[in-house]
């Protein structure tokens, strides 16, 4: 299992862009056909995100993990968490998402916040049960997605 303690999740560089979008594509593919369209991070300009300051990632030199982190108003939004799906099942998304708390709190942000599309239904299960809280379902953007919520003890 990962540890977002022991795990080396770092700030991507602009050298990551190319090896973060193949990620992506390998591990959003399954979904088109279940969904009817790409899913969001599919799409996402990782070039600019990345010179933004937003995306963190594991692995060097090839990528096996990617979190998105975006400050919105007084929560910190996960646009985007990724795993290669080769390493599916290791703990390195739970950790990943454990790295997105401890930068919630590094910021004094004590809610996040993430959404997913509404027929990836075992990300739905998978944060219920890592104590996320399911707040809203709603279209948007042509996608028809599920919105949770976690609220972050203090450290």
């Known amino acids: 299992m990962w540890d977002a303690q022991v795990v080396a999740i770092r700030k991507a560089t602009a050298g990551d862009v190319e090896s973060i ?6 591990a959003y593919d399954r979904y088109v056909p279940r969904i009817g369209l790409r899913p969001g991070p599919m ?8 010179e ?16 998105v982190l975006r400050r919105v108003d007084e929560h910190l939004l996960v646009e985007n968490v ?19 708390e401890d930068e919630a709190r590094r910021l004094g942000i004590s809610e996040m916040r993430l959404y997913t599309h509404e027929l990836m239904r075992e990300n739905i299960d998978l944060y ?9 379902r709603r279209a948007e953007n042509r996608f028809a997605r599920v919105f949770f919520r976690k609220r972050l003890p203090e450290a």
């Open 21 to 26: 979008q193949a990620l992506v594509e390998r």
């Open 43 to 50: 799409d996402a300009d990782y070039g600019a995100l990345v």
């Open 52 to 67: 933004a300051g937003l995306v963190f990632v594991v692995g060097d030199p090839e990528i096996v993990g990617v979190i």
């Open 82 to 100: 990724t795993v290669d799906p080769a390493r599916q099942a290791e703990g390195l998304g739970r950790a990943l998402l454990r790295f997105g």
């Open 128 to 136: 219920g049960r890592l104590g996320w809280e399911e707040y809203d």
